[in-house]
């Protein structure tokens, strides 16, 4: 790891200027989202893109979300059916993922959809990375920035503890107020979840009017990428919905508990909890705790997608 990379950037006039100066010149740069730290590079750049790929040590695969500032951005890479009009209309900017049919001659890197005819489109809220859209002017594949099959980030410093010397820059504007990723819905026939995040299951349903369907495909053979089990992981094991730390475990609480080393929220408020995750399961790490029990927590609104980051830190590793 080389000592001046990646330069911090303040969250300023010149350090907008400077990120996206990296980023047209095929550099990468970590930025803040609503939901988590995005690593950044030109989506119509493959060498930029292949570098995502190296520096987070990700499975070739596994394609990328494409950030772009508005609708009429997404609606010139993507095609748009009525399901995908209406989840735009009502959530972006926001922590919604589209996944739509990629318009020919939208000019990406192949890298970025891993071949796939369809692209991942998201317009984030966060206003660091809208302006760093607008400055750039360019199409952002961004995941999120740590290293493959690690926790996400949702400060400036985990991004650095992650990839460090592996990145150009890093934007620091501080926590992510979401703290998860997005929601990611497929816009095929029927509209599918492919991923629980930041944008509760039960808004999406209540806005389209009918439930999502859960993703099909053969038994072991994910239909998202990033269904793929054990993704998020500390380096410790994790025993989920217990009701105390057994011997020689740590507890990682929910609510009103006793004897939890960390609790993600003791008021078991669900959003305070989504917003703490990961930074939770940063610090375990940090502390060395091999073995950690989680506490229960509900499997509802933002619940669901927090145990589903459990769930996938708790599977078996590879
Ligand atoms: O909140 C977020 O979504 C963050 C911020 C930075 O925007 N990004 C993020 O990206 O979480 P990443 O790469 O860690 O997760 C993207 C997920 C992966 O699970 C990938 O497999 C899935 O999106 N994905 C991307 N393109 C897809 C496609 N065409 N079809 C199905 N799944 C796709
Ligand atoms: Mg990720």
Known sequence: MTSDRPQRLQPDQQGIAR???????????AFPTETVYGLGADARNDRAVASVFAAKGRPDFNPLIVHVPDWQAAQALCRFNDTADRLADAFWPGALTLVLPLRAGAGLSRLVTAGLETLAIRVPDHP???????????PIAAPSANRSGRISPTTAAHVVSSLGGRIDAVLDGGPCPVGLESTIVGCSDAP?????????????????????VLPSGEAGQPSSPGQLESHYAPSGTLRLNADAAGPGEVLLG???VVGATLNLSPAGDLLEAAARLFDCLHQLDAMGADRIAVSPVPERGLGRAINDRLRRAAAPRP
């Open 19 to 29: 990120a996206a100066a990296i980023l047209r010149d095929g550099g990468l740069v």
């Open 128 to 138: 660091l990375a809208q302006a760093l859209l607008r400055a750039s002017g360019l």
């Open 254 to 256: 929910f609510g009103h």
């Open 192 to 212: 599918v979840l492919l991923r629980a995040g930041g944008l509760p299951v039960e808004a999406i349903e209540a806005c389209l009017g009918r439930p999502l």
